[in-house]
Nanobody
Framework: QLQLVESGGGLVQPGGSLRLSCAASGFTLNSYAIGWFRQAPGKEREGVSCISISTGSTNYADNVKGRFTISRNNAKNTVYLQMNSLKPEDTAVYYC??????????????????WGQGTQVTVSS
């Protein structure tokens, strides 16, 4: 059974860093694209960063460019989201999602088929 499990969320002060992990089981990432999405209270879910596992091509939302980095470790079947210089507006539940496509790195959330349960990130002093 295909499963995605996020971890690494927590409470951090503004300017701090966190690294989120998305561990996949029941499938190998090589033929998939993985996206990180987030949803703040009262707001719609939005794309943060997405990656084609086979090509390494990436996509970032404008409001996280230069601060967040998406990466993958194929041996561990895991995708990471390194978040630096965190701001209070980054507070949200962060989800990872998968789509069975190789040449794909869009963050169009409607396209993604499999979703994790999410991990809470709170940026506050």
């Amino acid at each position: 059974q295909l499963q995605l499990v996020e971890s690494g969320g927590g409470l951090v002060q503004p300017g701090g860093s966190l690294r989120l992990s998305c561990a996949a089981s029941g499938f190998t990432l090589n033929s998939y694209a993985i996206g990180w999405f987030r949803q703040a209270p009262g707001k719609e879910r939005e794309g943060v960063s997405c990656i084609s596992i086979s090509t390494g091509s990436t996509n970032y939302a404008d409001n996280v460019k230069g601060r967040f980095t998406i990466s993958r470790n194929n041996a561990k079947n895991t995708v990471y989201l390194q978040m630096n210089s965190l701001k209070p507006e980054d507070t949200a539940v962060y989800y990872c999602a998968a789509i069975s496509r190789t040449m794909f790195w869009s963050c169009d959330l409607e396209k993604y088929d499999y979703w994790g349960q999410g991990t809470q990130v709170t940026v506050s002093s």
